[in-house]
C-alpha cells in the first residue's frame, strides 16, 4: 500500500491512527499492525485525491521517459552501433532535462494542492474544536523532495547542454576487440619471443 498523503489521530482512540492515501485507507495500530483498505471505485474518490492520482501516474510515466533519454545521452555511454554524434547526445540530454524538470512540475503541483486544502480544514473554524482534523503525511514530504530532485536533475541535464555547446569535444573511438591493432609495437610482427 502507499504511504499516507494525510494522517489522523484522535484522543478518544490513541492505539490507532488512520493514513488517508492515493489508492486507499489504511489503520495504524499501537502494536505497529497496520491495515488498508482500498478504494471502492475511481469515480467515487473525492475531486482532490482524483486529480492527485491521475497527476502522479503522469509523474511517474514522464520522469521514466526522461531517464530514457537522458542515459543514452550522456557522453560516455555508447548505445548505437553506428556513429554518434556529439549533436544527438547533447539533444537527448536536453530533451531528457526537459522531461525531468516537467516531471518535476507536475510532482509538485499535486502534493502543493492536497497540503493547501489540508491546511484550509485545519484552520476552518466553523468546524468545532473536538473534531480530528487531517495533518501531513510522510507521502507530502516525500513528493516534495522528489520534486525537488526533478528540479535538480533537470536543470543539471540542461545546463550542462548549454555550458558545453562551444567547447570541441570530440567522442571517444571505439577500441577494436579483434583484427587491427592500435599500437603497432604490439603488431604480430614486432613481437619477439624468449624461449
Known amino acids: 500500500m502507499d504511504s499516507g498523503w494525510l494522517t489522523l489521530s484522535t484522543d478518544l482512540l490513541p492505539a490507532e491512527s488512520y493514513e488517508l492515501g492515493l489508492w486507499g485507507t489504511c489503520v495504524v495500530q499501537e502494536l ?6 482500498p478504494y471502492d471505485s475511481l469515480l467515487g474518490l473525492p475531486p482532490d485525491i482524483r486529480l492527485a492520482r491521475i497527476l502522479m501516474c503522469a509523474t511517474l510515466a514522464t520522469s521514466l521517459l526522461g531517464i530514457s ?3 543514452p545521452g550522456i557522453y560516455l555511454v555508447n548505445s548505437c552501433k553506428g556513429a554518434e554524434t556529439l549533436r544527438e547526445k547533447r539533444t537527448l540530454k ?4 526537459l522531461l525531468c524538470f516537467a516531471a518535476g512540475i ?3 503541483v499535486p502534493v502543493s494542492y ?3 486544502l489540508t491546511v484550509l480544514r485545519f484552520f476552518d473554524e466553523s468546524i468545532p474544536d473536538v473534531v480530528p482534523r487531517w495533518e501531513f503525511g510522510q507521502a507530502l514530504f516525500l513528493g516534495w523532495i522528489a520534486a525537488l530532485l526533478h528540479f535538480v536533475a ?3 541535464l540542461i545546463t550542462s547542454c548549454i555550458c558545453r555547446q562551444d567547447i570541441p569535444c570530440p567522442l571517444p573511438e571505439s577500441v577494436p576487440l579483434q583484427g587491427g591493432h592500435a599500437n603497432p609495437e604490439l603488431s604480430p610482427g614486432r613481437r619477439t619471443e624468449y624461449v
Open 114 to 116: 492536497i497540503a493547501h
Open 94 to 97: 536536453m530533451m531528457g532535462g
Open 32 to 37: 505497529g499492525v497496520l491495515e488498508c483498505r
Open 106 to 108: 507536475m510532482g509538485l
Open 154 to 156: 533537470g536543470s543539471l
Open 69 to 71: 533519454f537522458a542515459i
